[in-house]
């Protein structure tokens, strides 16, 4: 048996997945194995995914973006189903989630998994739910049937929302929105209906021995996160995460990678604790947060809502940030929204990098400053985020060649172009050499200009009357309601 790379990683191997990741997180390979060794990191590499480019999750490496692609029940074919792959992994994705409820699921998994050099994720439930008239009618036979299955088809990761339990579903009782996870909901009515416990909790280390097989990593799926501020860190919530840290140590002790799925809606002010209390009680297992979302009021522009609290989740030390698109609430993304998602989730990741020092995050954007300062066009768009849109608006005014050296854009016009200006009022050594540290301020004409108002402002030139509209009143008069 080849081995998990957790379990290749205690017995201190070396594999080429942990190499290959050193090199794209320019990092060494050693330190790789210790963070999977230890449960810090996880490598979601399966055995059969044979177009995959490892890569690595965990709060020491680079933060990293998921985005959800599959068809539902009322929209999307295969060849669109594979353009959004595209699109996704053209746009930035580090891994995607084949989340299809529609038709062909096989047919669209084994596709994305064939031509997706990220890691596949998917949630295995959705599929027992097709098998059956009745979600209640799902054994557990079905589901280890089901997992199996997406285990030898190649699947990377799997969300397991084996955390949602009978004595848990009391505390989701005057929730605002309820239970809003799929996989939550539908677990939740099984338990209700079969009056057991979760077939996913009681079968957990059968999984593990299908994931082990395999080396597909959990992604413990958080089944009663909040929908809304006003359920956010609740009971549930919280009752459900402790669960989730003993499953992981659970799934540990198997020799399979773990990592933990987090809400969903926050108030800004509550994210930082949340990721604190996750990292605490799953000892450290990379965080996969959903968003969160930091408000409830605008739908449409979710990917914003979110992507501002995805910030904040990462400075905390979230490790991936599942991406929201601005149909979140609404719709079906297309590719449109595949590339507006990612462009916001993107984003949000590298702030964080940014703001928590990881080595070299910065240097992109030092280097994009610095194309931008020279008026080198090209290379600013080719630095861009999303080169295509950078290009393509700059060029809605400006399109021709000779622009691409400009010292200005239509944005201040040739004029105004506050960096042509600051760059001409320098010496050549880049330097504003008129005023040094020997020059008298006080009787250089600076001084006269920079003299700040004193006292009330000068009235003088304010006329006694004002006309408006044929109607003549005086200052004092239009004061004197206030
Ligand atoms: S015109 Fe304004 S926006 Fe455009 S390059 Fe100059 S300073 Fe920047």
Known sequence: MVGTQLQRARDGELTSAM???????????EFVRQQVAEGQAVIPTNHAHESLDPMIIGREFSTKVNANIGNSETTSGLEAELRKLHTAVHYGADTVMDLSTGENLDETREANIDYSPVPVGTVPIYEAVKHVDDPADITHDLLLDVIEKQAKQGVDYMTIHAGVLMEHLPLTDGRKTGIVSRGGSILAQWIEENGMQNPLYTE???ICEIFAAHDVTFSLGDGLRPGCLADASDDAQFAELETLGELTRTAWEHGVQVMVEGPGHVPMDQIAENVERQQDVCGGAPFYVLGPLVTDIAPGYDHITS???????????AAMLCYVTPKEHLGLPDEADVRDGLAAYRIAAHAADVANDLPGARDWDDAL??????????RQFDLALDAERAQSYHDQTLPGDNYKEARFCSMCGVEFCSMRIDQDARDSNGEMAAIDGDTDLDASPAAEVNVP???THDTSRVPDEIEISGVTFTPEESHADD
Do not use: L, M
């Open 19 to 29: 190499e290959r990741v050193a090199e794209r997180e320019n990092c060494d390979a």
């Open 204 to 206: 957990f280390e059968e």
């Open 307 to 317: 992507a501002i609290g995805a910030t904040e989740a990462a400075r905390a030390g």
């Open 369 to 378: 400053s610095e194309a931008r300062y020279e008026f080198d066009w090209q």
């Open 453 to 455: 108002p004193v006292g």
